[in-house]
């Protein structure tokens, strides 16, 4: 399954998208009004058949005839997503995970809808689509390959509208390759640290833009509610986010099609990265190790490197590279270079690359 995300043109038209996904909020607000009152009269949850068979009636009445206007496949999935939210939660319950139910969502803040089968019509040539007898033309920046499942309607918080075609594709089957290793340790001041010395400094894009956004929030603070100045205050904090968001998706993906292209096997540590962010906060979150993974990982998949993931609680940083010896003292953070009793002096950071570059060798 591939993905592909293309953005529409502007265009006065596009009120009418902008009418089915709030009409989608809408719709989404009203079942978990359903789901909450049904649990409180028979203590169970209510099933995704029979909330999408009372949906159908309502769209019969005078009242919700509106729905009418977002296609019945997207109300269908609107009733399965809520349903499949629902499980996970009491699931979650039972395992004594602290978690919330879905809730109620603000009608402007509502994101999307998506279509399965019907309610659209792609034209490959014009570079459009057909929505609900409405013509949309996007930006089609690359060829769209394989049979479309699903096609997603959303909007972002500047109100730009994109398309999303899901869609199914036989792929051709990868071999590992052969060819260098390395062992990489995730950092703060230091991106990733290399066991061959070729190290990635860390980019930390929000801090360049930080002063930036701190200035366009207080100009929205003082605007007046509701005003026209305001919107376009708003509109403006949010393209610096979207920047900030932007340049960070960019580097790693050059950084993992880099890696992915100059290793075979990548040797990296398995770390809980919610727990640092509890401890580091937003320096965690601004540099995207979760985010990077995934990528790395894709890219992987498509030119044929391994990627290893050692144990988060292989004690990489306390074991000496040269002769395996354990010191217990480098549990203190605070402490970036030391001696090992063999002679040999190592740094934090390299070091432990080292090590998770030895270690994960071994799973091969």
Known sequence: MKTYKFKLYSSKRNKKLHRQINIAG?????????????????????RAFSLSKHLTKLKKITKYSHWN??????????????????????????????????CFKKIRRYKS?????????????????????????????????????????????????????????GENKILARTGKSVGFDFGLKTFLTA??????????????????????????????????????????????????????????????????????????????????????????SDLGFAEFLQKLEYVAHQTGTTIIEVDRFFPSSQLCSCCGQQNHQMKDLRIRKWQCSCGAVHQRDRNAAINILNEGLKYL
Not at 38 to 46: N, T
Not at 116 to 132: E, M, P, R, T, V
């Open 113 to 169: 809808f998506t279509l399965k089968q019907a309610g659209y019509k792609y034209i490959g040539q014009d570079n459009s689509i057909i929505i609900q007898k409405q013509k949309y033309r996007f930006f089609k920046s690359r060829e769209i390959e394989g049979k479309i499942c699903t096609v997603t309607v959303k909007r972002d918080s500047l109100g730009d509208i994109y398309i999303y075609f899901v869609c199914k594709n």
């Open 195 to 284: 066991s061959d010395g070729q190290d990635i400094e860390s980019p930390l894009f929000f801090k360049r833009n930080s002063s930036a956004i701190a200035k366009a929030n207080r100009r929205l603070a003082r605007k007046k509610q509701g005003s026209a100045n305001r919107k376009r205050m708003k509109n403006d904090l949010c393209r610096l986010y979207k920047k900030t968001a932007n340049q960070r998706n960019d580097f790693h993906w050059k950084l993992a099609n880099k890696l992915c292209g100059e290793y075979a096997v990548i040797c990296m540590e398995n770390l809980n990265l919610k727990g640092m962010q509890k401890l580091y906060g937003r320096k965690i």
């Open 69 to 102: 206007l977002v296609g019945s496949q997207a109300i269908q999935d609107i009733s399965e997503r809520i349903s499949r939210a629902y499980a996970l939660f009491f699931r979650n319950l039972k395992h004594n995970i602290k978690t919330a139910p879905p």
């Open 26 to 46: 809408s719709i989404y607000n009203h079942c978990i009004a359903l789901h909450r009152r049904y649990y409180r009269l028979f203590k169970k949850s209510l």
